[in-house]
């Protein structure tokens, strides 16, 4: 479950502009993640900032690092303190995950359109806004059995832009 409905709702604060992304096809890989459960906002950047700690310790930090967050609910119809949001950290295969609350798992791979975007709040709430008249106006499909990512990268980081990966069909 993903919580697409609920970003479409942010539609209305939209200013008319073209959204601009462009589609990659991202492999399946795996993850070391923690999960939280509760209403999503600031807790998640602190979360973000606990699995980066964890990762630098361990030496899974690099600039090819690609850390992920996901929401696994939508908070439309997912009351907050049940809502569920995990931050991950894409690892090689043979990477061991040796910390009580760090679990690990895969990722499913496939199409994705990607939009580059500001890494502030205003800036992703804006880019969700826009994003599905965008894959709509070119005729993609959401694959809504693949969750969203917000993709943090080093590179992209030190610019202050993220991407947002809509799995689509």
């Not at 973000?48 to 996901?70: C, F, P, Y």
Request: proline share 7%; hydrophobic share 40%.
């Amino acid at each position: 479950m993903n919580f697409i409905p609920w970003y479409r709702g942010l539609e209305s604060a939209r200013k008319e502009e073209e959204t601009v992304f462009t589609v990659e096809e991202i492999p399946e890989f795996r993850i070391a993640f923690l999960r939280r459960t509760g209403p999503y906002g600031e807790a998640n950047g602190m979360q973000m900032e606990r699995l980066k700690s964890w990762a630098a310790a361990n030496g899974l930090l690099s600039a090819d690092s690609a850390v992920l967050g996901i929401a696994r609910d939508d908070p439309a119809r997912t009351p907050p303190g049940d809502c569920r949001y995990d931050t991950c950290l894409v690892l090689p295969d043979d990477t061991a995950v040796r910390h009580p609350e760090v679990r690990a798992g895969r990722i499913a791979g496939g199409r994705h359109a990607v939009l580059t975007t500001a890494h502030t709040a205003e800036g992703l709430a804006h880019a969700w806004a826009g994003l599905f008249d965008g894959l709509a106006a070119r005729s993609l499909t959401v694959d809504t059995a693949r969750p969203v990512l917000e993709r943090y990268r080093p590179a992209m980081l030190a610019q202050h832009l993220c991407e947002i990966c809509v799995p689509v069909l």
